[in-house]
């Protein structure tokens, strides 16, 4: 495998040894005077953005999320992606999920952006919040609350979280701990799309590019079962390997060369994966949604789709990890032109040496006696989407080694 050397973000930042978010309200402010530890920013969390509905002002969105690595000074990126106007966020906060909306009392804390309580994100645009002093879990459960002043035209979030988040219709209740005002329910994650953590210095993150599977369609909401997380726990169990961080930047129905659910690989590349902190390595599950397409692509297209993502992600100073389509007969756009093509592009992964490493999940899911098939105890019962089992399967596939780009 390719050695790519990592970029330094390294920053000086106090560590408090505490272990929950909200700890350090505790400790002293002359604690934070104490010399500075080297660390690396290293995303957490993250979620693809997308346009979603119309932008709505004087509402508070709670956006639940789940950590991968753990760390000191949470960073939030609040993005603006596809709205035609400014939004205005009159104040976040980030505390400890309790449970439904509610946050555990102590834990919700203001987040700031240089220094003030309120931003303006120009259309088109993103910002990152001020660091907040202490410490997140690894595998903790956060609130995000977004309080939206104002904003009209595109909402931009994610669409398919397979996570519950909420929303208080009218007024600021983001410092609130209770769940009262948050009467509506959601599985889109508004202006939210990545979390950011101080990490010991050399830690690295993983981005995995995709579709509805890398999204997690077919594994059980609200659990946390998608192969990412799953991928996240083993990385966070082996104390062998630097790489901690797992951003989920999957879109459902999203294709590699063509936009339509959400833009297409290609061309959300840089926003979505190359600008995340802490990038080690890119692991890409694409095609499936453009070989089922009428007309599909050539195999020949699809494989410059892959070279030209793996170009640009050496470019970037990570290295690409392939991953082999997964079979998907009994979906109903399955035809045998489209296996053709899928059978051409997996053989061009698995043989071609262009990735730096290879995931079969093909063949960790797929029926050797019905090789166009998934495994029946893998099969969401779409017969496109892995379940839980399967979205593990594929977890455990992945050579942690593989992961850590001669690092």
């Keep these: 495998m390719r050695s790519v050397e990592l970029p330094r973000r390294a920053r000086r930042v106090a560590v408090v040894m505490a272990f929950a978010l909200g700890a350090a309200a505790t400790v002293p402010q002359a604690a934070w005077a104490a010399p500075a530890a080297r660390t690396t920013q290293v995303v957490t969390w993250a979620a693809s953005a ?100 104002d904003a009209s035209g595109t909402a931009t979030g994610h669409r398919m979280g397979h996570q519950t988040s909420y929303i208080a219709p009218t007024g600021d209740h983001a410092a609130e701990d209770d769940a009262t005002a948050y009467t509506q329910r959601t599985s889109f994650r508004y202006y939210l799309d990545a979390v950011v953590a101080d990490a010991p210095r050399g830690t690295g993150a993983v981005v995995t590019l995709g579709d509805s599977i890398t999204d997690g369609a077919g594994s059980t909401a609200d659990t946390n079962r998608r192969w990412p997380d799953f991928l996240a726990r083993r990385l966070g169990d082996d104390r062998r390997t630097p790489v901690k961080g797992v951003a989920n930047e999957g879109i459902s129905a999203n294709k590699l060369l063509s936009d339509g659910a959400g833009q297409s690989a290609l061309k959300r590349l840089d926003r979505d994966v190359l600008s995340q902190r802490g990038l080690r390595t890119v692991v890409l599950l694409e095609g499936v949604n453009d070989i089922k397409a009428t007309p599909a692509p050539t195999a020949a ?6 070279r030209r993502i793996i170009a640009r992600t050496h470019a970037a100073g990570a290295c690409a990890v392939g991953a082999t389509v997964l079979p998907y007969q009994g979906w109903g756009e399955w035809n045998a032109n489209g296996e053709a093509i899928r059978q051409e592009v997996n053989a061009f992964v698995r043989e071609s040496g262009a990735f730096d490493a290879v995931v079969d999940f093909d063949a960790a899911i797929g029926d050797p006696a019905a090789p166009t098939r998934m495994l029946p105890v893998y099969d969401s019962g779409d017969h496109l989407h892995p379940n839980d ?18 690092g």
């Design 389 to 406: 089992a399967g979205m593990k399967a594929m977890a455990d596939t992945v050579d942690l080694r593989a992961l850590r780009c001669g």
């Design 50 to 149: 997308d346009r979603l509905d119309t932008a709505v002002p004087e509402r508070t969105h709670r956006v639940v999320v789940r950590t991968s690595t753990g760390g000191s000074a949470l960073r939030i990126r609040l993005s603006n992606a596809f709205g035609e106007q400014p939004v205005t966020f009159g104040r976040a906060y980030a505390g400890t999920v309790a449970s439904g909306a509610s946050v555990v009392p102590g834990t919700n804390r203001a987040l700031s952006f240089r220094g003030a309580a309120s931003v303006t994100v120009p259309a088109g645009g993103s910002v990152y919040s001020d660091p907040l002093p202490g410490t997140v879990r690894p595998y903790a459960d956060l609130a995000v609350s977004l309080y939206v002043r």
């Design 301 to 306: 297209d699809v494989i410059d789709g892959y």
